[in-house]
């Protein structure tokens, strides 16, 4: 009788075990997410050099710029975005940098001054004063394009991959700029241009990547 109630017990014994056991491992389970250390990618550092890759994503770019323009057309901010990450990318400029010229010369497309939506012109080529207005392209995708001709012939001595649709590329001093501090002064007459266009890329840095 005795070894038939052993044999009978050991099953009841080792479940009460295994369900010990359980609980121990599950309550370990539920408290290692509070004790776990979260490693968060260190932040990039905005770029400063014209040629190179950008590292924000398109959706990024237009959240970003609506950020400071909410009464921008979301459709046509996106997609001009994505212009931008397509044509830079040819040529071989960062699309980070070229995105937060147009920022700064187009007051985040608001425009209002001398250069008009209609104008698809993104970067202020050939608007000089009164009377001249600059130049006007076909399509945002020719007007970006011109563009990024324009800022790397700043930058490169380079030849450009496309054919060419900036009227002005032929009066550039190529690879004079090849940082966009050095665009001032050149580009642009305002001896702060390159700090301006600095202070937009940090924010969409800090705006991209948070810590």
Same mark, same amino acid.
């Given at each position: %009788?005795?070894?038939?109630?052993?044999?009978? +017990? &050991?099953? *009841?014994?080792?479940?009460?075990? @295994? =369900?010990?056991? !359980?609980?121990?491992? !599950?309550?370990?389970?539920? &408290?290692?997410?509070?004790? %776990?250390?979260? $490693?968060?990618?260190?932040?990039?550092?905005?770029?400063?050099?014209?040629? /190179?890759?950008?590292?924000?994503?398109?959706?990024?770019?237009?959240?970003?710029? #609506?950020?400071?323009?909410?009464?921008?057309?979301?459709?046509?901010?996106? +997609? #001009?975005?994505?212009?931008?990450?397509?044509?830079? =990318? $040819? *040529?071989?400029? +960062?699309?980070?940098?070229?995105?937060?010229? %147009?920022?700064? *010369?187009?007051?985040?497309?608001? @425009?209002?001054? !001398?250069?008009?939506?209609?104008?698809?012109?993104?970067? /202020?080529?050939?608007?000089?004063?009164?009377?001249?207005?600059?130049?006007?392209?076909?399509?945002?995708?020719?007007?970006?394009?011109?563009?990024?001709?324009?800022? &790397?012939?700043?930058?490169?001595?380079?030849? !450009?991959?496309?054919?060419?649709?900036?009227?002005?590329?032929?009066?550039?001093?190529?690879?004079?700029?090849?940082? $966009?501090?050095?665009?001032?002064?050149?580009?642009?007459?305002?001896? *702060?241009?390159?700090? &301006? $266009?600095?202070?937009?890329?940090?924010?969409?840095?800090?705006?991209? @990547?948070?810590?």
């Amino acid at each position: %009788m005795k070894s038939y109630l052993q044999k009978k +017990n &050991k099953p *009841e014994i080792r479940l009460c075990v @295994f =369900a010990a056991s !359980l609980i121990v491992c !599950l309550s370990c389970v539920s &408290k290692a997410p509070s004790q %776990m250390t979260v $490693i968060r990618p260190e932040k990039p550092q905005s770029p400063r050099n014209i040629l /190179g890759k950008g590292l924000t994503s398109r959706e990024t770019l237009g959240a970003f710029l #609506l950020d400071f323009n909410q009464s921008a057309n979301k459709t046509d901010v996106y +997609n #001009l975005a994505g212009i931008y990450i397509e044509e830079s =990318a $040819i *040529e071989g400029v +960062n699309h980070d940098v070229a995105f937060s010229q %147009m920022c700064l *010369e187009t007051g985040f497309l608001r @425009f209002g001054g !001398l250069v008009t939506p209609d104008m698809n012109n993104f970067c /202020g080529l050939g608007s000089t004063g009164p009377g001249q207005k600059g130049l006007y392209f076909p399509s945002a995708e020719i007007g970006v394009r011109a563009h990024i001709q324009h800022l &790397k012939g700043y930058a490169s001595t380079a030849p !450009l991959q496309r054919p060419l649709v900036d009227p002005r590329y032929r009066y550039v001093k190529y690879g004079i700029a090849p940082d $966009i501090y050095e665009l001032a002064g050149r580009w642009a007459t305002d001896k *702060e241009y390159g700090n &301006k $266009i600095a202070t937009i890329l940090d924010r969409l840095y800090d705006f991209a @990547f948070p810590n």
